[in-house]
């Protein structure tokens, strides 16, 4: 599956139990169609204790679904579809709302 979100990007999630939050892009995984964003879907984990550390429970963000989020607009700072064209004989990507290039 080809994703028009990459590590770095800045989205918002639009469905599910985080809507309306913003977050960073931490990690793609485009086999399943889902990504990692930070300070979303925090999942807590045990864990044990080892050597001179304690137990103790970490929180950190599980993976969501692609189609839960959408690319923040760096100008109006609302979503926005990504679109992709030509530029200088390169594929660049772009905000559809404003045309500013991303990242």
Same mark, same amino acid.
Do not use: C, Y
């Given at each position: 599956?080809?994703?028009?979100?990459?590590? #770095?990007?800045?989205?918002?999630? @639009?469905?599910?139990?985080?809507?309306?939050?913003? $977050? %960073?892009?931490? /990690?793609?995984?485009p086999? %399943?169609?889902? @990504?990692?964003?930070?300070g @979303?879907?925090? =999942?807590?984990?045990?864990t !044990? !204790?080892?050597?001179?550390?304690? #137990?103790?429970?970490? %929180?950190?963000? =599980?993976?969501?679904?692609?189609?839960?989020?959408?690319?923040?607009?760096?100008?109006?700072?609302?979503?926005?579809?990504? #679109?992709? /064209?030509?530029q200088?004989?390169?594929l660049?990507?772009?905000?559809?709302?404003? $045309? @500013?290039?991303? =990242?």
């Amino acid at each position: 599956m080809k994703m028009k979100i990459k590590r #770095g990007d800045r989205v918002v999630v @639009i469905s599910g139990k985080d809507k309306g939050k913003q $977050g %960073e892009v931490l /990690r793609v995984l485009p086999k %399943e169609g889902r @990504i990692v964003v930070d300070g @979303i879907a925090l =999942a807590k984990r045990h864990t !044990k !204790k080892r050597g001179g550390q304690s #137990g103790r429970i970490v %929180e950190r963000p =599980a993976h969501i679904h692609a189609s839960n989020v959408m690319v923040v607009d760096p100008k109006s700072k609302k979503p926005t579809r990504v #679109g992709r /064209r030509m530029q200088d004989s390169r594929l660049v990507r772009f905000a559809r709302k404003s $045309g @500013i290039k991303l =990242a």
